[in-house]
């Protein structure tokens, strides 16, 4: 069992979520009274959104501003620590009695208040390894099959998808992309109709091969073709995996209840965002179970809902702040300097280009600013 300090505060997850509220409670709390634990995959922070740019080719992002250490993480230094670990379980009782959580390896971190922001589990070259050296390696062998690949398929015509081709053809562009996506429009029907054309439009004029209705099952290379589902043919030296994103809840489900996700894997959470049968459980990020796109700004306003209501949980008050969903958008880069974003305000607003790359510029550095660098 960790030292126990007053009382201690657990978050699993150091990513947009966890780290978010990591930081903002370190500043409010006094570290002679309170503690921090962020116990997170990996030793060093995972700007997710800068990952498709960073493992296409070593142009238009620098590497420093998609991995960086924790250590500018805490306001307060002595108030936390980040402890790199995986999280197998929750040993919890109903209410607001202490629990812990057990690592892999069998440690258990006790706390007053737990934290769950363990976001979505990734396939492909966006799935980074778990040490800097061998997320180095990853970086530079995909980098390296980008550039000698002529023949690239792209299975998934999602956000991560769309952009991926975007990249490539931006970099390399004599080389073929095809993107191939199960529904009749890329995106999926979350966004408006008017969108998903306009974003497959972008897509075609960046010179992205779009296959709609159909998809590739079998995604290991057998040849120098894949065949679809319809029979169709395509040339292929390299498929990219960009599909299927799933919540990293199993831990939660086994321990907590297979009533406390929904058939999705995400988590029931109340307006408060605190999982209903435990009073000092709060959920933030990706995983939490609100009809909303699973992205960046959304997951900002949960963690500053989260923060305010573990503090009042530590000083025996009922949480009050709650969260109200932030209106629909989506940023779609298409390479380096093209792209779209759709806002939901008014008629439901789509901008070009310039606010594209100037936007997704932004949120490229707004995690490594946030966190100090
Ligand atoms: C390739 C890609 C591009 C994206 N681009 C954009 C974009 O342009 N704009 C945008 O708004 N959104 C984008 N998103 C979505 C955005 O990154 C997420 O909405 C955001 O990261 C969610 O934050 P989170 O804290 O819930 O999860 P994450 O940021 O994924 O963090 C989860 C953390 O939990 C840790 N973890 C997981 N399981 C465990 C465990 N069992 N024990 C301990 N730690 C654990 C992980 O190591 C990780 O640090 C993108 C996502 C991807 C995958």
């Known amino acids: ?81 980040v402890k790199v670990g995986r999280v197998t379980a929750v040993e919890a009782s109903e209410g607001s009695k202490p629990g812990c959580v057990v690592l892999e390896g069998g440690e258990k971190l006790s706390y007053n208040v737990l934290v769950l922001a363990p976001g979505f589990r990734w396939n492909g070259p966006v799935s980074l390894p778990y040490t800097e050296e061998e997320t180095r390696a990853h970086i530079d062998s995909w980098r390296e099959k980008f550039k000698t690949s002529k ?10 998808g769309i952009e991926f081709s975007g990249e490539i053809r931006d970099v390399y562009p004599d080389a073929k992309v095809t993107l191939i996506h199960r529904d009749r429009l890329l995106l999926n029907d979350f966004f408006p109709e008017k969108f998903r054309k306009a974003i497959e439009k972008d897509a075609r004029a960046g010179g992205v091969d779009v296959v709609l209705n159909d998809s590739l099952e079998d995604l290991e290379l057998k040849g120098t073709s894949v065949t679809l589902e319809s029979g169709k043919k395509i040339d292929a030296d390299l498929i990219i995996p960009a599909f299927g994103g799933k919540p990293a809840t199993d831990f939660i489900a086994s321990s907590l209840g297979a009533d406390s996700l929904t058939d999705k894997g995400l988590v029931k959470v109340t307006k408060t965002l605190r999982l209903p049968a435990y009073t000092n459980i709060f959920a933030a990020g990706d995983i939490i179970d609100v009809q909303e796109s699973k992205q960046v700004v959304p997951t900002y306003f949960h963690a500053s809902v989260v923060a305010a209501n573990v503090l009042a949980v530590l000083n025996d008050k009922e949480p009050k702040r709650e969260y109200s969903k932030v209106p629909i958008s989506m940023c779609v880069s298409n390479g380096r300097n093209r792209g779209l974003i759709y806002v939901d305000i008014l008629w439901g607003i789509i901008f070009g280009n310039w606010v594209a790359s100037f936007a997704k510029n932004f949120l490229f550095n707004l995690m490594p600013k946030n966190y100090g660098q």
């Open 151 to 160: 023949n690239i398929v792209v299975v998934g015509g999602g956000a991560v």
């Open 1 to 81: 069992m960790s030292s126990v300090k007053e009382k201690n505060v657990v978050i699993v997850g150091g990513g947009f979520g966890g780290a978010t509220i990591a930081r903002e409670l370190s500043g409010k709390l006094d570290p002679s009274k309170y503690h921090i634990t962020l116990v997170t995959l990996r030793p060093f922070m995972v700007n997710l959104t800068a990952t498709i740019r960073l493992t296409t080719s070593e142009l238009g992002v620098e590497e420093k501003k998609v991995i960086f250490p924790y250590d500018k993480l805490f306001h307060k230094k002595d108030v936390g620590t």
